[in-house]
């Protein structure tokens, strides 16, 4: 009893899988523990976006509604946020507005049209670089289960070989054998499933980041756009 036990454990198994088997799990660890890595550090990165974009929010607010431009501008690009996606796009676009008003520019120039497109620049970059890893995440989903029937399936193969070779027959002869090599599309699946998880939800977060800075985006225009009417009615 004692032996078989040990031969059905996590150990007995490992010894007793062939080389390609013992391959195969070790792929299948790496890509789990690469996976947690990403999730992990994308964890952190958006949960950093989101608490230094709250308090970019809270600061900038006044500076533009007192029309301190420059301050502003510096408060964006602050180390502070450097994390943060709307300061990435509040800063591309308030200083793209302030260089093209500095300038003699010709006229019929739309100096709002100009620093809509810094904005929408900056916004696909750093919708770019939120997705980092996600490509990963996707490829280790979906090619995990494989990877773990390809194993599975090479065991089985090994199975009947030995049954084979041995002249003996009937299930017993190769369960322990067959069983060894569903362990691997087990494990497969084990790390596929949280992948698949993990590359959803960080998706959904990014679409949310999306929106915010799209809705920045637009909060900005609409004051590049009052700064000009303001400016002509002046002049």
Known sequence: MDDVQHQFSIMGMWSAATPIGKGVIIVLLIMS???????????????????????????????????????????????????????????????????????????????????KRAIEREAL???????????????????APFIGLFGTVIGIIGAFQGMALSGSGGLGAVSAGIAEALAATALGLFVAVPAVWMYNYFLNKIERFNVEMSNSSSQLIDYFMKNEARAKARA
């Open 125 to 143: 970059m750093t919708s770019a670089e939120m997705k980092k890893g996600l490509g990963n995440l996707a490829t280790i989903s979906t090619t």
């Open 33 to 115: 523990i690469w996976s947690l890595t990403i999730a992990v550090e994308r964890t952190w990165r958006f949960s950093q976006a989101k608490k230094q974009s709250l308090q970019l929010a809270l600061g900038i607010t006044p500076l533009l509604k007192q029309h301190k431009l420059g301050e502003a501008i510096s408060f964006a690009k602050d180390k502070r946020f450097r994390h943060s996606h709307l300061a990435r796009v509040l800063a591309a676009g308030l200083t793209e507005f302030q260089y093209e008003a500095s300038q003699d520019l010709p006229e019929g120039f739309d100096i709002v049209d100009s620093g």
